[in-house]
């Protein structure tokens, strides 16, 4: 071969050129290695997580954490509005659905939407886990029926329960501990007693009545009335003939602020006490009025499980106890002289009742609620029939 001097200058070039060949390839290589390891992340963080995530936070840190479980449950529907078919990744999707299922199944006590809720979850996520600030025993119940897989430290716990399961075998104490135990941990569907706060007005039935106010003074009239002029008893003269006379109707009586406790014995029926005083009775006299209230009630609340439903609650009550109602109507009557004049005739009722009636529950927030109700009372002793008008708030515990 014959070698000129061009030679080694050649070789030079061509291993200038391999030399950044190589380069070039061991850069492509690393772009390639970098977006592949950056690709699961891009993956992950999809345009609206950020946002998703936010509404979520809030819905569940703040609103709620404070039993405002309408407001978050309406976040959380933004949320997963915001993110529709493909603006979220699964997680975040899987995350809200959860927290959607917890809503409904804790704050709002909706199980078919919860469950409803947690199928949307694991259908995002199949890898999806619970919550361990919000899992409650029902949600738990519900995710692993569905094929939701239990918390590592949850998972770790049911092999040593296994075990003392098995040692417990064939033992009546230790069958009775875990009866013991299976009903302590059960979770309640709903509240079972619950506090109230009322307002009734009293409107009192008028018969008929001549000679409402006797003609021989003393304030006594007719039966069960005491008649009163500018807030004392009536001393003066009454003439026969046209006025002391009360048309029937019915009117404005008392009035009374009651405090209520009741107790749920079963899904559609509660027991309840309520204590108050009665306020608007006649002024002083011999005879005074009784302002104290007491009473025993019985409620049936209609529908299947109504306190497992966000939906009114309607329900009949029974009642029973110690009352008084009073009522004022406004008498004529003629003087010695023929001077029209006016008194206060006042009605007394009472002190015993029964009556039956007929409201509903508002539910709202949880286990709050607002409670108005129409009752019919017949009092006793003192005999009158009263019809009573209420406005109550109660809260669930």
Same mark, same amino acid.
């Given at each position: 071969m014959v070698r000129g001097p061009w030679c080694p200058r050649l070789a030079g070039i061509l291993r200038t050129i391999m030399l950044k060949f190589r380069a070039l390839v061991n850069g492509l290589n690393g772009l390639v290695l970098g977006f592949a390891l950056l690709a699961p992340s891009a993956? @992950?963080? !999809?345009?609206? #997580?950020? /946002?998703?995530?936010?509404?979520?936070?809030?819905?569940?840190?703040?609103d709620y954490a404070e039993t405002n479980f309408k407001k978050a449950e309406q976040k959380l529907k933004k949320a997963v509005g915001q993110c529709g078919a493909s603006g979220c990744s699964k997680q975040v999707l899987g995350e809200l659905h959860r927290d959607l299922a917890t809503v409904y199944m804790a704050g709002?006590?909706?199980?078919?939407?919860?469950?409803?809720?947690?199928?949307?979850?694991?259908?995002?996520?199949?890898? @999806?886990? !619970?919550?361990? #600030?919000? /899992?409650?025993?029902e949600l738990r119940k519900a995710f692993k029926e569905l094929g939701g897989h239990e918390a590592k430290g949850e998972a770790d716990e049911a092999p040593a329960k296994a075990k003392k399961d098995d040692d417990c075998e064939g033992s009546d104490g230790c069958?009775?501990?875990?009866?013991?135990?299976?009903?302590?941990?059960?979770?309640s569907k709903f509240a079972k007693n619950w506090l109230s706060l009322h307002f009734e007005q009293d409107l009192l039935?008028?018969?008929?009545?001549?000679?409402?106010?006797?003609?021989?003074?003393?304030?006594k009239g007719a039966e069960n009335y005491s008649c009163f002029q500018n807030g004392a008893p009536f001393n003066d003269t009454i003439t026969s003939g046209d006025g002391n006379h009360v048309a029937g109707g019915l009117g404005r009586a008392t009035a009374r602020i009651l405090v209520g406790f009741d107790h749920l014995l079963t899904s559609n029926l509660s027991l309840g006490l309520r204590l108050g005083y009665a306020f608007g009775g006649?002024?002083?006299?011999?005879?005074?009025?009784?302002?104290?209230?007491?009473?025993?009630?019985?409620?049936?609340?209609?529908?299947?499980?109504?306190?497992?439903?966000?939906?009114?609650?309607?329900?009949?009550?029974?009642?029973?106890?110690?009352?008084?109602?009073?009522?004022?109507?406004?008498?004529?009557?003629?003087?010695?002289?023929?001077?029209?004049?006016?008194?206060?005739?006042w009605r007394k009722t009472g002190k015993a009742f029964a009556g039956l009636g007929f409201g509903v529950m508002v539910p709202f927030a949880g286990d709050n609620g607002i409670i108005?109700?129409?009752?019919?009372?017949?009092?006793f002793?003192?005999?009158?029939?009263?019809?009573?008008?209420?406005?109550?708030?109660?809260?669930?515990?």
């Open positions: 993956a @992950l963080a !999809l345009p609206k #997580d950020k /946002a998703a995530t936010q509404l979520r936070t809030e819905a569940m840190q703040t709002l006590k909706q199980g078919a939407k919860g469950k409803a809720e947690l199928k949307q979850a694991l259908k995002a996520n199949p890898d @999806l886990e !619970l919550d361990e #600030d919000f /899992a409650t025993p069958k009775d501990v875990a009866a013991a135990h299976e009903e302590e941990s059960a979770p039935l008028y018969s008929s009545q001549d000679q409402v106010c006797t003609s021989n003074g003393g304030g006649r002024p002083p006299s011999a005879d005074k009025f009784f302002p104290f209230h007491a009473e025993l009630r019985a409620n049936y609340w209609f529908g299947s499980s109504p306190f497992e439903s966000s939906g009114l609650r309607p329900f009949v009550s029974l009642s029973g106890g110690l009352a008084e109602v009073d009522g004022k109507v406004s008498v004529e009557y003629y003087d010695e002289n023929g001077a029209k004049r006016t008194l206060d005739a108005p109700e129409l009752r019919a009372m017949q009092m002793g003192a005999s009158g029939t009263v019809f009573d008008v209420s406005i109550g708030y109660a809260r669930g515990f």
